[in-house]
């Protein structure tokens, strides 16, 4: 069995900073893609970034050039730094990891944003 867990939520003022980690654990032979999803309350859950096992991201327009994922494939974990926040980025994020071709999530954090 893999566990996804997350760390690093909590309350910062719009223009703040923080830094998300998450880390996979258990069974695990390889990580393929790894992600950052956020869920807002009342809306979807919306994909934020991605990244590939040789460092290929993607990100959602609403965080680019704002939001940098990063991973490290030798401690199978993948960070997420959030820059320049706004009160829209407020929602519960998770991590999510293709491990062997199955799916995992982590528990999510919680990211407010507010004065």
């Known amino acids: 069995q893999v566990q996804l867990v997350e760390s690093g939520g909590g309350l910062v003022q719009p223009g703040g900073s923080l830094r998300l980690s998450c880390a996979a654990s258990g069974s695990i032979f390889s990580v393929n893609v790894m992600g950052w999803y956020r869920q807002a309350p009342g809306k979807q859950r919306e994909l934020v970034a991605t990244?590939?096992?040789?460092?290929?991201?993607t990100y959602a327009d609403s965080v680019k050039g704002r939001f940098t994922i990063s991973r490290d494939n030798a401690k199978n974990t993948v960070d997420l730094q959030l820059n320049s926040l706004k009160p829209e980025d407020t929602a519960v994020y998770s991590c999510?990891?293709?491990?062997?071709?199955?799916?995992?999530w982590g528990q999510g954090t919680q990211v407010t944003v507010s004065s």
């Open positions: 990244i590939t096992p040789a460092y290929t991201t």
């Open positions: 999510n990891a293709d491990v062997g071709g199955t799916w995992f």
